[in-house]
């Protein structure tokens, strides 16, 4: 079946500019996570959706950060005002349930690169 | 919240079996210990989760000893195609934050001819 998909793949943006980064997860998944991934570095957890539950939004760096996720389906993680800082691989990975131990399915990400 | 520490790479051969460590000293009751692998430019990808003992699946073993302070990842006959990052995930089956979502920077594995 299909898997994770993201789009865009590549996004180049100048900074100050606001990006949105889409998510769609295995259908049926309940929950949903975005990380990021900078360059060398580990994933960053950054927010998790579980069902129609209130978000889990203690990784967010910055209140520039925030997602949605409509219809307990696809996602949107919107960067406003971006910094160079920013660059990174944003991953989007779903869970069948509503364990964290659950495996999550990842996507293959969108590297965001901010001049 | 359980932190956990691997070390950074380990270089092997090809046919040779690697075993990859992870320390988690202060894993709680309810925590699981979940490994991903990660190739270059994609998602991680799960491998193998455990709660204690050993756990065995078609691509590898997982050792947890009685204490569950530490895990190995047995990897057995590696091949060029197993070079990668692998992550060890500690993280718990209940409610509340998911910050303890923590991958950390994994093992980088390269396997040679």
């Known amino acids: 079946g299909a898997g994770v998909s993201q789009s865009p793949s590549n996004k180049v943006t100048e900074k100050g500019k606001d990006v949105e980064l889409r998510c769609d997860p295995i259908?049926?998944?309940?929950?949903l996570y975005w990380y990021r991934q900078s360059l060398g570095q580990g994933l960053e957890f950054l927010i998790y959706?579980?069902?129609?539950?209130?978000?889990?939004k203690s990784g967010l760096p910055s209140d520039r950060f925030s997602a949605e996720r409509t219809g307990g389906s696809v996602s949107t993680l919107t960067i406003q005002r971006t910094q160079q800082e920013d660059s990174a691989v944003y991953l989007c990975?779903?869970?069948?349930?509503?364990?964290?131990?659950?495996?999550?399915?990842f996507g293959p990400g969108t590297r965001l690169t901010v001049l | 919240l359980a932190k956990t520490t691997q070390p950074i790479s380990m270089d092997s051969y090809e046919g040779q079996e690697v075993n990859i460590t992870c320390s988690h000293n202060?894993?709680?009751?309810?925590?699981?210990i979940t490994w991903y692998q990660q190739f270059p430019s994609q998602g991680p990808r799960f491998i193998i989760q455990?709660?204690?003992t050993k756990v065995t699946n078609e691509v590898a073993s997982l050792f947890i000893p009685a204490d569950r302070k530490s895990s190995t990842l047995s990897l057995p006959r590696v091949s060029l195609s197993d070079t990668a990052v692998y992550y060890c995930?500690?993280?718990?089956?209940?409610?509340?934050?998911?910050?303890?979502?923590?991958f950390g920077k994994g093992t980088k594995l390269s396997v040679k001819p």
């Open positions: 990975a779903s869970s069948p349930s509503r364990g964290a131990w659950d495996t999550q399915y």
């Open positions: 259908s049926g998944h309940t929950a």
């Open positions: 959706f579980q069902g129609n539950s209130a978000p889990d």
């Open positions: 202060n894993i709680a009751t309810n925590d699981y």
């Open positions: 455990g709660y204690k």
């Open positions: 995930l500690v993280c718990s089956n209940y409610g509340g934050s998911q910050g303890n979502l923590i």
